[in-house]
């Protein structure tokens, strides 16, 4: 079985020569940080998820969680891990420093969660919904109740969950019917949530449920939600922990992965009303919500980096290992041998590598917005804004194909639960799902961050790609990897065209145009990459067999995912009408 | 839940305007079928698979077969319906009569097989096998096996297994260890063989095992394997059941799908060797196993299409039923309505109609080789040897993405097991795996099928494609899907090119290939179903709304597939060179 290990050459390499760390870091003011302290950082983390956090992957995925006596037991060995994690301080990094945090940059944050969920993402989960919550909270929430409730949940002591979805409300919050009434400074809830991610469990003291509900004056649709702070125990003003609130798993869903992370359905008022305290102001649930599920889209986007990554090193190290076929001199080779398993194992690693160079870069540019000045700020939240649907939508869609070639590399074996290459597949599948459907996140791309503003901020994007692919330095044998990219930025702005000129289309192209700027980013950044490698290699202590494996790389994925674009652009050029034709009772 | 419905509608277009099926029965000599008993059998076959074998299909992912006392044990309610199934004669269908078999075309044993994979595709995989051996026995075995073996096969009473594999020889047939020593007129077999599919069960009387193995001279690699028939009962002379054999199943895989299917590690010679016989000469083996392979390798690209299927049935009766979304006279309206899930179902929808059409044609052009004139009969084996691989690659490849499409629509309910969106996934993961992987596939492609060959039966099926596009008479509307499909053909040729210029590229680009040909083939016959339908809306009694949607389903699938013709040829024009360029160690 091969154990998982950090990719911490190639993190490093996105880290300071696609995302220029040491740039970000002067600017925000944390030199520290670019002279070693991120590295002292990295290889902790490395060395808990290495270490504790990937052996309980499989655990937890053969001995999922439980609804028991005492509400949701995890898995054997997850409360330990959890203690270990939260006492060497890993939910506090991005926190500010008034809560305890560390207020680090997100993207070592981000580099940081790739190794979580590179180990065990079933229980990575945890605290990445926590994380969104105390994004949420920071935002939205009072002092009083950020004063009660950060804290603890920065410390790790707690942790939180988002509750959204209802039976009859699944992408469609309008539809939500949870109801809060008022009483004296708190609320009553009540209702039914499904779908939520650790809503119970016995790591941590207390779990903080954050609720969409609605008040009873409240307008009907998305206009009416408000959004509720509802502890598992209620919390004294001394902050110490009282009694138990009227919130409880009723069940657990039986899934096809992420079998470590416990699916609840929640129960809120079975018992007169769950005391909730509202956030912001009443009817902006939906704004909250938004902050809590921003934060988390970009979260299950960098799951689909890390679960790829995972299933990655599995079928490399089989590849090396299996030794199948015979070379004509006798002599018998590993599968690694074969063109089709090499040109599989290359999608896999081209494939991550342009996910992680993306998802670093969504979120240095995140730390750049937090301190940039009001000029910069609205195209640096545009930017932001546009990079979270393509980054949760493109990377969790790839990761189907990257785990799935993953078992297939396996051949039979790859079939067999273990092992282990079929867990990444299983769990991955969620990741298309939760925190926005792709079909949701195409929507959100096509009109909330391209329609609204006339294609201003993606038309700035594509200028920009443009320009710096015209002023590359790479080594000749990528200038048709280089005509390829450039002829993609073209294709881009064509398939930008027809959406302005098109735009009731929007929903019916939405995905082919997410899928289209997916791979070209992809593309983008694989050729910086390699010019950054190229430049690099002339140094004297250069690692020159990475550098020109990075140049190899970018290679490939151009040769190999590149020709999608085209795809991706003929399929927008034919429009929508073809989708809608056939009569519902004709299917 | 949806419950399956053979798609007897479609299945009957195909069969009467894809393959022409009253010219092959005419052809063949059976013209009985044409007129009337095919729709006999076609809807006996429905009612028993809808009602008998459908209904079982979840109860065996959830009660998988066990390994008990008495060997392997079914999922309960299995043997009751294999009994049934023996019972009124499916196993006898396509089988010569002199065996007791009935006869019939391939083409109408296909449409049978379509409803038996889509009930149950872990059940159906016993009878699939068995017909396999039974070709196998058929083809090489001497008069006295067949005699014994085939009628009792060809009854239901008793079913086959193919062993082939072992622990260090997947794909690597080479490497095959088991040995059979002769004594007296048989032979004793000893070895271990891994994954081999209903290995052992009590749904039948005795178990036919069909084993490579080497004898004591046998010359090393491929060229040293024999096959022989080891029973899990010895036959006496006159037929009835003697000593159970030196052949055991000794553990079951736990797999990531088709758990109604027990997949066997078989050892046999535990105590002292099974007896075997040997079927056809020492040292032929490898021609035994592929008439048993080329057989069940379409019968693989069937369970393509067929999980296909009763996934697409499965979603649409979801995206029918669910509501989601509210228009804005406040108004729901069901998951149908919105673009990107219609999108997903046209997928569905329109890339199983494209397999089913290429299936049958497959099948229809075996039958055709069957009955055909020596002059004829070159051609048409070379037609059916390009068909396999492309039946078995493609629609393999596309069933991961029809049934993974499936488990989307259902979004978050998709990821929940009681949904049954998921077992489609997982069940079909194993299909671009047995029987030969989708690299496999590839390279029987482009080596065996085309290079060895220069190209010519490839050529001659473009050139068809070609001149039958030319000439076809299309409605206005399916103008620009017809020049699509044109470019195809154009880059098909293109590609073909390159590969023999470049013979030694045939392994780097053998999958790009493959998947090329099956959209482009599956373009073609849309098209010819769309033209078809045209012609037939004319007529006083026809079903218009289901022609017009024949063709609007062509329509889309031109728009939405083909483009991905052009992405496969750009893929193969880079070549393999930056498949291997990397250096193993910076994997």
Redesign the interface.
């Known amino acids: 079985m091969s154990e998982y290990r950090f990719p911490r050459q190639d993190a490093q390499f996105v880290l300071d020569h696609i995302v220029n760390f040491s740039g970000l870091c002067a600017e925000i003011g944390h030199d520290d940080l670019a002279s070693g302290l991120s590295d002292a950082i990295l290889d902790e983390a490395a060395r808990l998820g290495e270490q504790v956090l990937a052996p309980l992957n499989k655990v937890g995925d053969q001995q999922g969680a439980v609804l028991g006596e005492k509400g949701v037991e995890e898995t054997a060995g997850f409360a330990q891990a959890y203690k270990q994690f939260a006492q060497s301080g890993w939910p506090s990094l991005v926190a500010p420093e008034a809560f305890g945090g560390q207020a680090l940059p997100k993207v070592i944050s981000t580099a940081v969660n790739e190794v979580w969920q590179s180990s065990n993402m079933a229980f990575a989960l945890c605290p990445l919904l926590t994380q969104g919550a105390i994004e949420a909270l920071l935002t939205h929430a009072s002092d009083e109740l950020k004063e009660t409730y950060v804290t603890p949940l920065v410390s790790g002591e707690w942790t939180a969950t988002m509750n959204l979805?209802e039976p009859?409300a699944?992408?469609?919050l309008?539809?939500i019917k949870s109801r809060a009434v008022p009483e004296g400074d708190h609320y009553r809830i009540t209702g039914q949530k499904?779908?939520i991610t650790w809503g119970d469990h016995q790591m941590a003291d207390n779990i903080i449920h954050l609720v969409l509900a609605r008040l009873p004056d409240a307008p009907a649709?998305v206009k009416g939600i408000s959004l509720f702070v509802v502890p598992k125990f209620l919390v004294n003003a001394d902050g110490s922990l009282g009694e138990r609130n009227d919130a409880k798993a009723v069940s657990l869903?039986?899934?096809?992965?992420i079998h470590g992370s416990p699916t609840c359905v929640m129960s809120f008022g079975d018992e007169g009303g769950a005391i909730g305290y509202l956030v912001g102001e009443p009817h902006t649930g939906l704004a909250c919500m938004f902050t809590m599920m921003n934060d988390a889209r970009q979260g299950v986007g960098l799951q689909g980096l890390a679960i790829s990554e995972r299933a990655y090193q599995h079928a490399?190290t089989y590849?090396?290992e299996r030794?199948?076929?015979?070379l004509r001199d006798g002599s018998?080779v590993n599968l690694?041998k074969?063109?089709?398993?090499?040109?599989m194992?290359?999608l896999m690693?081209s494939g991550v590598e342009a996910m992680r160079a993306l998802m670093y870069l969504a979120s240095a540019t995140g730390d750049q917005l937090e301190h940039a000045s009001e000029n910069e700020a609205h195209a640096l939240q545009a930017r932001v804004d546009l990079y979270t649907p393509i980054v949760k939508g493109w990377m969790t869609e790839l990761a189907?194909e990257v785990t799935?070639l993953g078992?297939?590399i396996h051949?039979?074996?790859?079939?067999?639960?273990?092992t282990g290459a079929?867990q990444y597949?299983?769990d991955a599948?969620?990741l298309?799902?939760?925190e926005g459907?792709?079909?949701i996140q195409?929507?959100d791309l096509v009109g909330r961050k391209t329609l609204s503003d006339e294609g201003q901020a993606l038309t700035l994007l594509l200028q920009e790609v443009e320009t710096e692919l015209a002023n590359m330095l790479l080594p000749d044998t990528l200038s048709?990897a280089l005509e390829r990219c450039q002829m993609g930025v073209d294709n881009a702005k064509e398939a930008l065209a027809y959406l302005l000129a098109n735009p009731k289309q929007a929903?019916?192209i939405?995905?082919n145009l997410m899928m289209l700027l997916g791979y070209l980013l992809g593309g983008w950044l694989m050729l910086r990459a390699a010019g950054k490698a190229q430049e690099l290699s002339k140094q004297p202590s250069a690692d020159t067999?990475?550098l020109m494996?990075k140049q190899?790389?970018a290679?490939?994925y151009c040769?190999?995912y590149l020709?999608?674009i085209?795809?991706?652009l003929?399929?927008i050029n034919?429009g929508?009408e073809?989708?809608?034709?056939?009569?519902?009772?004709?299917?």
């Open positions: 979805t009859d699944g992408s469609d309008a539809a499904i779908f649709g869903e039986h899934k096809l992965g490399r590849a090396q030794i199948q076929g015979t018998r690694m074969h063109p089709d398993v090499r040109r194992l290359m690693k189907q799935s078992v297939q051949g039979g074996m790859g079939f067999v639960e273990e079929a597949l299983r599948r969620i298309p799902i939760y459907t792709t079909g195409a929507l048709g929903p019916a939405g995905v067999a990475f494996t190899q790389t290679h490939f040769e190999h020709p999608r085209a795809m991706h003929a399929i034919a929508g073809s989708l809608m034709a056939i009569d519902e009772a004709q299917f």
